[in-house]
């Protein structure tokens, strides 16, 4: 069985949805179809994200994440508005543990400058007026814009909105191969041939890329972010968001935490090295073949000591036991209590890009194209906040405007 469409879009995750709003806007009576391999929308990163919408602070003004984060989280803000989600304008402090982070504070309030942010540097007395509980090492920076909402029904109601317009979906169809001749993708439930291809498949993005001859230079690592929570009776520790100043040199953010839209306050995620793309549980979604390959590819970037990946593995490995988990937690809350923290069945993948010629990780997004093609690597953190600006960006990159 082979189906035609104008615009075929893989994934269902926020950048996938988000693509096909900026389609449909753009093209009221185009046929767009989104294919997934789940059963429904946002099962994977997008749904199992912290649901912050950041404010484009730690990005350099010469980067793609600058251009569309602190854009998208305005959409996004806007979005919430119109149909009613929960979303809330909470703000964050940064805080330095340490007195090495203090040059990384000036370095971040630079990028805020540079990239129209707001953001004030305080000392440790001006953070405990905003979070009473925070620990700051001398200073830290307040962000008043940076907000918490409900991904999931982000995502929910752009599945409805998507559905109301005429976007169709196709469930249950994971794509397993490309036919160059009649420009069609092969889905284990059927072929769909394609006007132009948005490959948005998060995790596995550059396994689709590779089947069109596109993301050859880069290698794909998991890594697993696990949450802990924090218990209901100890949960007025955290007004908002209480964030480390992170590594600049590493894409991640460091354990922190967040005051959910619930009340709920979650403490993390890690950046453990997985084993595999799904790889939630310790040994669901392991596939053989590609672990063998993972790890050999990780014992490269240790021995090679890629962008400080010896320390992050070292202090990162270590945070599946709690007494190390609650030590990275205690940097920014000296009095938070091991029996503080309960386990949060919350995990998330974060899929990221290792440049396997200049042997770094890559910290921003990445677009690779052919003539009717577009394939969305490295959608790390933060697409979820800057998904309606990037996605407004790959549109007018696949020249479909
Ligand atoms: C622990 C964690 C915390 C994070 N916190 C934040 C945060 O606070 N703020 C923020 O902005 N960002 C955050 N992020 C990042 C953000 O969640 C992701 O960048 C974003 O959700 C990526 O969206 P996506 O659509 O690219 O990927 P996904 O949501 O993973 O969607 C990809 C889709 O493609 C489908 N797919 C894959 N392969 C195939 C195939 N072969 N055939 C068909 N379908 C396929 C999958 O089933 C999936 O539905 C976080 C991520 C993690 C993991």
Known sequence: MSSSYDFVIVGAGIIGLTVAFELRK????????????????????????????HSGIYYGNDTLKAKVCSAGAIRMRAFADEYGIACNRSGKVIIATSESDLHTIDRLLINASNNGISAQRMDEIAIQEIEPYATPYKAGIYCPDTAVIDSSSVVRRLYSLLKESGVSFGFDSAVIGFAEKTKSLKTVRGSYSYGYLFNCAGAHADRIAKLFGQGHDYTMIP??????????????LVRSNIYPVPDIKLPFLGVHLTRVINGDVFVGPTAIPAFGRENYGVLEGIELSEAVNISSELIKM??????????????????????????????????????????????GIRPQLVNVKTS???????????EDTLHVLNAISPAFTSSFAFSEWIVDQSGRV
Request: glycine content about 6%; overall charge positive; charged content about 25%.
């Open 26 to 53: 753009r093209h009221p009576s185009a046929s767009i179809i989104i294919l997934d391999k789940e059963s429904d929308v946002g099962l994977h990163a997008s749904g199992r994200n912290s649901g912050v919408l």
């Open 302 to 347: 240790y021995f090679n000591n890629v962008s400080n990946f010896r320390l992050l593995a070292h202090t990162e490995i270590r945070k599946y036991l709690k007494p190390w988990f609650v030590k990275s937690a205690q940097k920014l809350m000296r009095g938070l209590k091991s029996e503080d923290l309960v386990p949060s069945s919350k995990v």
């Open 360 to 370: 770094s990780l890559e910290m921003d997004y990445i677009i690779e194209q052919t």
């Open 223 to 236: 890594f697993k972010g696990i949450y802990y929570k924090l218990r209901p009776e100890k949960n007025h």
